[in-house]
């Protein structure tokens, strides 16, 4: 899953579901569809599984203050003959994702890998390989949505009540 995450700077977390744990990464400018983007994902401590289902407001002060906003889900495989567990100790996991925004196949590489500096072995860049799925036109100000509850950030923050309306 992707959760949109306004903390202290907007971010958006991506999630994979390896070995009964979330291993994650914040992702600044969010996940794209666009082949010809390379977004920096900083990998961030594994996330036990429960915590992927949540969106409401976490209050300021707390761990990962701020709101959060359930952007998408659904299933991935990963690419090829070795496991995501494996793929992922060796900096490199390469997958097809089956969600509702985010479709068709990925690759996850860390590019710190050999770094000795703790923040740049953290960084990882998340791009779209070419495939039907690929969108040139990709545009996430357009997509300010939740798949839970159809609400936009702003009406998350404020504690409105879901939509009914699917939108999307
Ligand atoms: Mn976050």
Request: no cysteine; net charge neutral.
């Amino acid at each position: 899953m992707v959760q949109k995450h306004h903390a202290t700077q907007l971010h958006y977390d991506f999630r994979l579901e390896i070995d009964g744990v979330l291993a994650s990464w914040a992702v600044p400018k969010g996940p794209s569809m666009n082949t010809a983007d390379k977004r920096l994902a900083m990998q961030v401590e594994d996330h036990p599984l429960d915590y992927g289902g949540f969106e409401g407001t976490i209050p300021e002060g707390n761990y990962g203050g701020g709101t959060v906003m359930l952007w998408d889900r659904g299933t991935f495989e990963p690419e090829g003959e070795t496991s995501a567990a494996k793929q992922l100790a060796a900096g490199e996991i390469k997958f097809t994702l089956h969600g509702e925004k985010l479709r068709g196949s990925f690759v996850l590489i860390n590019t710190g890998k050999r770094s000795s500096d703790p923040r740049r072995a953290r960084q990882w860049l998340l791009i779209k390989h070419r495939d039907e799925h690929a969108d040139p036109k990709w545009d996430l100000d357009t997509l300010d949505w939740s798949v839970l509850t159809r609400r936009n950030m702003e009406e998350i923050a404020a504690g409105k009540p879901a939509r009914k309306r699917a939108r999307g």
